[in-house]
């Protein structure tokens, strides 16, 4: 282990063959290359370029500040060792649904993992207009193993209150609170807002006092309801596919927080993509707009038919309780459909949007599905608790097809 210093594509030389003298011989041997390109992290592709049986590695660090922004946004470095954590915690009831983890160093605030370069990220797919029919299966098996492994369902209360203390992220949900609940309903700053959007904003959304009562709301409980381990940034980029294989990855948001938040990140964002397949697939915006709602109605059923099935197991007789079971289900989608419609508006004209807007390139254009999504994700906030099945949420999104 070493003291902290932040490293380039030299100094991770160095710091590979002193931690793995066995992955490769020679320093000139290894090959590294920088591919981050997200908001916080150093990401470093590293191979042996002598010997192609050592597999490809994924070394990714912490900086002391938001990438993003720079050294005038201080943030922790805790975060890896909570990434790591987190996927290790999740690797044990979904092991090939997450990356594997080789070696951990909270000292250097980094971790080393397997190489995904071979997967593409869930959001360019659909973008391009391909499906993957089997990732509501996946992502409903994952959400539901996880959320009751790790919650007072599943595990023993003491052992669960050590975990939360273990996964306590307040730099991070910090981001969440700011850039998801707060920042999107007001004009601030960081906001990214053109000016083909802005008259909408000023006199519409800015504007609804009970949108923002209802989002409130849903702060508050991310805030204080340590109900299970959360992905945390579970959006269409922190997946990976290939073939029928899914990874789920970036879990440096992880924390103990409302099972229907990582649900709404996921939905959230398939519905950005679900409002911009008329620009990106003109030619099959129907098809695919049918088959984004069909992945949320499977990952739903999928993600009920196990949690369920783990309830009835449950060692606590009060949660295995058939009406408590209902009961539980029941708040969770009017939970879910909250967490999807502010999921959906933050990648809107907040800091750090998506690819679905970035590329398109006609401003008015880019505007107009803009506001749709605004007024999809909001009609989701204020109708959640109407929600019976999801059926009912599904009714909401369907009024927004072309």
């Not at 710091?15 to 003298?21: F, S």
């Not at 943030?75 to 290790?88: L, N």
């Not at 000023?202 to 702060?219: H, I, N, P, S």
Request: with cysteine.
């Amino acid at each position: 282990m070493a003291e902290y210093k932040i490293l380039d594509s030299n100094s991770v030389k160095d710091y590979i063959l002193k931690i793995m003298p066995d992955y490769c011989a020679e320093r000139d041997d290894l090959k590294v290359e920088e591919v981050g390109d997200g908001n916080l992290n150093l990401v470093f592709k590293v191979n042996n370029s002598k010997d192609a049986a050592k597999k490809t590695l994924i070394l990714k660090q912490a900086l002391p500040y938001v990438r993003l922004v720079g050294k005038d946004w201080p943030m922790t470095r805790d975060r890896s060792r909570i990434e790591s954590e987190a996927i290790k915690t999740q690797s044990k009831y979904c092991p090939d649904y997450v990356p594997e983890i080789f070696f951990t160093d909270n000292e250097m605030s980094l971790f080393l993992m397997e190489d995904l370069s071979d997967y593409n990220l869930y959001a360019y797919n659909l973008m391009q207009g391909e499906k993957n029919d089997y990732i509501a299966e996946i992502v409903g098996e994952f959400l539901a193993e996880n959320f009751f492994h790790s919650s007072d369902l599943g595990m023993d209360a003491k052992e669960k209150k050590n975990e939360v203390k273990k996964f306590i992220n307040p730099d991070l949900c910090k981001i969440t609170e700011d850039l998801i609940f707060t920042e999107p309903y007001f004009d601030v700053e960081r906001n990214n807002v053109s000016d083909a959007l802005r008259p909408f904003l000023e006199e519409d959304f800015w504007q609804r006092d009970e949108l923002k009562t209802e989002v409130a709301k849903l702060k508050y409980n991310f805030m204080n309801h340590a109900e299970a381990l959360l992905h945390g940034d579970m959006h269409t980029r922190s997946i990976f596919v290939k073939d029928d294989s899914v990874k789920i990855f970036d879990q440096e948001f992880a924390f103990y927080g409302p099972m229907g938040f990582d649900f709404g990140l996921f939905f959230g964002n398939l519905l950005l993509n679900f409002v911009t397949q008329e620009y990106w697939n003109k030619d099959k915006t129907v098809e695919m707009q049918d088959h984004i709602i069909e992945v949320i109605n499977d990952t739903w059923h999928k993600f009920e038919e196990r949690f369920l099935e783990l309830m009835a197991q449950a060692e606590d007789r009060m949660y295995s309780l058939e009406s408590m079971r209902n009961v539980f289900i029941k708040h969770l989608l009017a939970e879910i459909a909250g967490y999807t419609g502010t999921s959906a508006i933050r990648r809107v004209h907040g800091l750090a949007g998506v690819p679905e807007f970035w590329d398109i390139e006609d401003e008015k254009t880019r505007a107009d599905l803009k506001i749709k999504a605004l007024n999809l994700g909001s009609e989701l906030i204020l109708k959640r608790e109407k929600f019976e099945s999801i059926d009912d949420l599904l009714d909401v999104v369907r009024k927004y097809k072309i």
